[in-house]
């Protein structure tokens, strides 16, 4: 399991290198965020979370079912929408509650 961060997009906040709970992620001289050990990654998805322009996609790849599918979130009015895009260029989006998550 892993991230990819784009460069481009990336603004550098450090949101993402705070959450990540395997101190993975670091900031370089150019305030870009860079995940150090990609191998090393968990999979738990807090840096796709918090990232506020979009520039971390979590790779799903086949032994997850994603066949190299790529999964980013957007949040919006209080819901997440995570959007999963396929190799064939295929969009799916999923959208929770994070209020009513464990609600079950």
């Known amino acids: ?5 784009d460069r481009e997009k990336c ?16 900031i370089d001289a150019v305030k870009k965020a860079y995940i150090k050990y990609p191998k090393d990654c968990w999979g738990c998805t807090s840096c796709v979370k918090e990232c ?19 999964l980013h979130i957007e949040k919006a009015d209080g819901l997440l929408h995570w959007i999963i895009e396929k190799p064939d260029g295929n969009v799916s989006e999923i959208v929770t509650n994070p209020k009513e998550s464990n609600k079950y």
Do not use: E
Request: glycine letters at 18%.
């Open 1 to 5: 399991m892993s991230i990819a961060i």
């Open 11 to 26: 603004i550098g906040c450090g949101k993402c290198r705070d959450v990540c709970p395997g101190t993975l992620i670091k």
């Open 52 to 70: 506020p322009v979009y520039a971390i996609r979590f790779y799903l790849g086949a032994d997850m079912g994603g066949l190299g599918s790529r």
